[in-house]
């Protein structure tokens, strides 16, 4: 996350603008939850929500490459759907995690439906933000700061919430090595 803010900034300052970042980020985030859902979440992976997060990675850089390899971009009329796409895939694959888990019937950890109930709020509430983009960008009143702002504080929780998951479960495998 600093990484892409760091870059955001950087990009800022040489081109006048940073919008690439999004996309860029959605890719990243597409790829990563894809592999980790099918990696350590699902029982087994699903075909139909593999083929759904390849569809999405190939919108997403389709997306990019309209935007900013063949120069149709227009700051005023800029409606990146590359982060909504991202956020509805992740979501089905959040709730396939609980339709998996209710179909198996013999689920005794509850860290994993936290942690996939953590993503699916937080990648709900992600969606409901970046469908208006156009809108929260060229906007003047200061409505776009409550949704910036808590879009920020939700994704601050997330992130501490993250680390605590790793700092916990990290904690409990090396105690287990020794």
């Known amino acids: 996350m600093l990484l892409v803010e760091l870059s955001g900034r950087l990009l800022g300052e040489i ?16 790829i990563f939850f ?11 992976p699903n075909k139909l929500i593999m083929v759904a997060g390849i569809l999405a ?10 935007y900013f390899v063949f120069n149709t971009l227009d700051t005023k009329q800029y409606q990146p759907y590359a982060k909504v796409i991202d956020n509805f895939v992740i979501i089905i694959m959040a709730l396939y995690f609980f339709y998996q888990k ?13 942690l996939n109930t953590a993503i699916l709020i937080v990648f709900t509430f992600n969606s409901l933000v ?9 906007e003047s009143s200061g409505i776009r700061f409550y949704f910036w702002t808590g879009n920020l504080l939700l994704l601050v929780f997330f992130y501490i919430y993250l680390i605590s998951l790793i700092y916990i479960n990290g904690r409990a495998n090396r105690k287990i090595v020794r």
Not at 15 to 30: D, K, R, T
Not at 130 to 138: A, E, G, Q, R, V
């Open 102 to 114: 209710i179909n198996n019937f013999n689920e005794t950890r509850w860290g994993n439906f936290r």
């Open 15 to 30: 081109y006048n603008n940073n919008l690439i970042v999004l996309p860029l980020f959605s890719l990243i985030e597409m």
């Open 130 to 138: 970046f469908l208006p983009f156009n809108f929260l960008i060229n």
């Open 34 to 44: 894809l592999y980790f859902y099918n990696k350590f979440l699902f029982i087994k």
């Open 57 to 66: 990675i190939l919108f997403i850089v389709g997306e990019t490459l309209q």
